[in-house]
DNA sequence: CCGAATTTGGAATAAATATTCTATTCCGGC
DNA sequence: GCCGGAATAGAATATTTATTCCAAATTCGG
């Protein structure tokens, strides 16, 4: 590679590599400004565009994208993509091994379970946020805010999240009818006409669930289902799936996003009633 | 490229994508089903990840990866590839930005408020990690995991962390009483010699919590209390007291933090008494 | 326990991609 | 308007990366 004696040291980050971007910037031929420019309005795309692809959107011939990357201190082009690359694959560490490593390490350590917990919960939270499908969500409120009363089931781990929508729903002063299969009775009388059901689910689904979704349709009245991906199973057994990506750490999930969306749509069923 | 003509037609959209993998998975051989798994677990990196470097995560040889993008349908794993990069180059999974569109929505629309509650979620695990105390949650391991059944307690908001716990210790082979006043019965002669309790309780105390663990500590009994900050009027009322601090929005708390701990305590227990 | 079919790992090959090189153009000073 | 140095574009090359193929190992059915 050329010049590589009086090459400044490369940005070892993107803020790095901001800032010397813009001390260039102005002070550059015609292309390599061009380039400079492209660089920081397509940064979306940098980690996953060739230099072809790139240089070609920035209306410069690759070499000279070439020649600026040498410009920033980098040995080339695959150097800065680099850091946008390990930006964008930032998050999700190898879960499997993680929890491997704990097995084998210092066995009880509290303290430990509880950072991988939090982590759990923090990439669930995250996932939410950028998975969210706004539209089913504002159809699910819609059905629910109509209901007369709204039924709400789950089973196993999803009981705790029923039982808190319960507590919430209460609260809020709506009315709730909470399937729990206490003693072994499935109370699929109580719905009526005009109801709604609010299930949650996880894979493997619990046949109580389904049989009480099953039972709703039968009947024509809306459900929406509070579930994990990808519900293919799921299509068609209800109008309206919300799917929630957990991250499991061992056998358990924190719960914590499908928390949250349930809070929001039970808080958002409540505004809508009221307006 | 092998077998053209008898290769199904290739996933169009990432939902599709996932949705096949899940039709597959289960049915696969061994190294294959790694493959499906991994493609599920790292599905953040693979738009910036080599198959050399994805298959090695996956613990499979290249070529085994190239075996299952062809069985899902694609050419190879570019085209694969060029699903996560569309995805990338695209909406900008970038958490915080995100988040401040789904705020940034009407007040009170759905989306908005499933915002509020994510960042008061992950404020409240930042939280628990901050200011977590170890040498109590020891404490609290070692006496709940002696304990012959453990006693759970937690009414209203807490109820549903004491269900979780309920089924998590179940799954974890683990003897436990929950304590959910149904028809008004406390069952407080349930507390034998050699049994603990595990309360949690936010402020304001719910007199049944309290009820039960005074009558506890009265014939001796380990107590773990699980509360809120700052406890001033649950201190001496129990001989370890885990406090929480959990972000509200609204009138209501995510409960991110509580359950993380929770977990962390339950699975810690079991270790404990595997060792 | 044997043979057939499937599955696997790795070496060989093909394709894509980055990078360098050089002839040519551009530009500012005289 | 001509000279010298910087800048440029595209062709040539090197490197990385994807993909195929086949011999060896494994699994499964009888």
């Given at each position: 590679m050329p010049d590589t004696q009086n090459r400044p040291k490369p940005p070892l980050s993107l803020a790095d590599l901001r800032d010397r971007?813009?001390?260039?910037?102005?002070?550059?031929?015609?292309?390599l400004q061009?380039?400079?420019?492209?660089?920081?309005?397509?940064?979306?795309s940098i980690a996953v565009s060739t230099v072809a692809e790139l240089s070609a959107r920035a209306g410069v011939p690759p070499s000279?994208?070439?020649?600026?990357?040498?410009?920033?201190?980098?040995?080339?082009?695959?150097?800065l993509q680099?850091?946008?690359?390990?930006?964008?694959?930032r998050g999700l560490p190898d879960y499997a091994t993680r929890l491997a490593n704990l097995k084998s390490?210092?066995?009880?350590?509290?303290?430990?379970?509880?950072?991988?917990?939090?982590?759990?919960?923090?990439?669930?939270?995250?996932?939410?946020?950028?998975?969210?499908?706004?539209?089913?969500?504002?159809?699910a409120v819609k059905a629910l805010s109509q209901a007369a009363v709204i039924h709400l089931v789950g089973?196993?781990?999803?009981?705790?999240?029923a039982v808190?929508?319960?507590?919430?729903?209460e609260k809020l002063g709506i009315a709730t009818f909470l399937h729990d299969g206490l003693g072994g009775l499935d109370h699929r009388s109580a719905l009526r006409p005009g109801d709604a059901v609010l299930a949650i689910t996880f894979a493997p689904?619990?046949?109580?669930?389904?049989?009480?979704?099953?039972?709703?349709?039968?009947?024509?009245?809306?459900?929406?289902?509070?579930?994990d991906p990808p519900a293919t199973a799921l299509r068609g057994r209800a109008d309206l799936v919300l799917t929630v990506g957990e991250v499991d750490f061992g056998a358990f999930r924190s719960l914590s996003a499908t928390i949250a969306l349930a809070l929001a749509l039970a808080v958002a069923v409540a505004a809508r009633r009221e307006g």
């Open positions: 971007i813009a001390d260039l910037s102005g002070k550059l031929p015609r292309v061009q380039c400079a420019d492209h660089l920081v309005a397509d940064h979306d000279a994208m070439m020649r600026f990357c040498h410009l920033l201190g980098f040995s080339g082009y695959s150097e680099r850091l946008y690359r390990t930006a964008v694959a390490g210092p066995a009880g350590h509290p303290a430990a379970l509880v950072a991988e917990f939090v982590e759990a919960g923090r990439l669930s939270l995250e996932g939410l946020a950028r998975d969210l499908d706004e539209t089913t969500l504002d159809q089973y196993r781990r999803a009981l705790p999240v808190y929508l319960s507590y919430v729903f689904y619990s046949a109580e669930t389904l049989a009480l979704v099953d039972r709703a349709r039968a009947i024509a009245l809306p459900v929406v289902l509070l579930t």
